[in-house]
Antibody, heavy 121, light 106 residues
Framework: QLQLQESGPGLVKPSETLSLTCTVSGGSVSSGFYYWGWIRQPPGKGLEWIGNIYYSGTTFYNPSLKSRVTISVDTSKNQFSLKLNSVTAADTAVYYC?????????????WGQGTLVTVSS | SYVLTQPPSVSVAPGQTAIITCGGDNIGSKSVCWYQQRPGQAPVLVVYADSDRPSGIPDRFSGSSSGSAATLTIRRVEAGDEAAYYCQVWESSSDVVFGGGTKLTV
C-alpha cells in the first residue's frame, strides 16, 4: 500500500525558506507512471496546488507561486521536496504531498496526512 | 486564470440527496474530479473524469458535467458523508485548479 509522509519544521520565520520533504513508501518516485505533487491548505480555507515533479526532474508550478517555489526529487532516498522562499504569514498552511498518474488529466489519488507549517517570528 | 465557484455550504437531512455544484467557464469541456475532506483529514478522491468512481467509493456518489457547471450528487446521505467537498480541473494539461470547497452538513 502506497504511503506518503510529509516532514519538516513546523515553524518558519518570515522572509526565510520553508523546506519540506515527502517520503514515499510502498512505491517508487522513480516510477515513470506518476507525477508527485504538493498542495497546501491555509487554516479554515480551501486547497491550493503548488506544483508537481516527474522522476526525471521535470517540474510544473502554480503560476502564482512560481517565483518562490522549487520542487526537487531524490530517487536514492525515494523522496521529493518542496522549498518556498521569502515566506510570509500568508504561507501558513497544512502542506500535503500527493501522487497522480501521468495520464493526461489524472487526479491526485494518494495523499499524505499533511503537515502544518506556521510562519511567525 | 481559471476560476471554479462552489457554494460555501449545503445542508441535507439523512437519507436525502445532496447536490453540490461547481461552476466554471465551459467546465463541461474539461475533466472534473471531486475530493471529500473530513475534518482533520487529508482529501480523498471520490469522483474523477466527471463521473468515474475510484474503487472503494460507494455508488451513492456520482458526478456529471455540462456547460458551465459540474455536479456531485450524493444519494441516501449518511452522517459519515459530512465533510468539505472540493472540485478540481486542469487549466492546461499540467496546471491544477481547485474550487473553494463546499461544507456538507448532514
Amino acid at each position: 500500500q502506497l504511503q506518503l509522509q510529509e516532514s519538516g519544521p513546523g515553524l518558519v520565520k518570515p522572509s526565510e525558506t520553508l523546506s519540506l520533504t515527502c517520503t514515499v513508501s510502498g512505491g517508487s518516485v522513480s516510477s515513470g507512471f506518476y507525477y508527485w505533487g504538493w498542495i497546501r491548505q491555509p487554516p479554515g480555507k480551501g486547497l491550493e496546488w503548488i506544483g508537481n515533479i516527474y522522476y526525471s526532474g521535470t517540474t510544473f508550478y502554480n503560476p502564482s507561486l512560481k517565483s518562490r517555489v522549487t520542487i526537487s526529487v531524490d530517487t536514492s532516498k525515494n523522496q521529493f521536496s518542496l522549498k518556498l522562499n521569502s515566506v510570509t504569514a500568508a504561507d501558513t498552511a497544512v502542506y500535503y504531498c500527493a501522487r497522480r498518474r501521468i495520464q493526461l488529466l489524472s487526479p491526485f489519488d494518494y495523499w499524505g496526512q499533511g503537515t502544518l507549517v506556521t510562519v511567525s517570528s | 486564470s481559471y476560476v471554479l465557484t462552489q457554494p460555501p455550504s449545503v445542508s441535507v437531512a439523512p437519507g436525502q440527496t445532496a447536490i453540490i455544484t461547481c461552476g466554471g467557464d465551459n467546465i463541461g469541456s474539461k475533466s472534473v474530479c471531486w475530493y471529500q475532506q473530513r475534518p482533520g483529514q487529508a482529501p480523498v478522491l471520490v469522483v474523477y473524469a466527471d463521473s468515474d468512481r475510484p474503487s472503494g467509493i460507494p455508488d451513492r456518489f456520482s458526478g456529471s458535467s455540462s456547460g458551465s457547471a459540474a455536479t456531485l450528487t450524493i444519494r441516501r446521505v449518511e452522517a459519515g458523508d459530512e465533510a468539505a467537498y472540493y472540485c478540481q480541473v486542469w487549466e492546461s494539461s499540467s496546471d491544477v485548479v481547485f474550487g473553494g470547497g463546499t461544507k456538507l452538513t448532514v
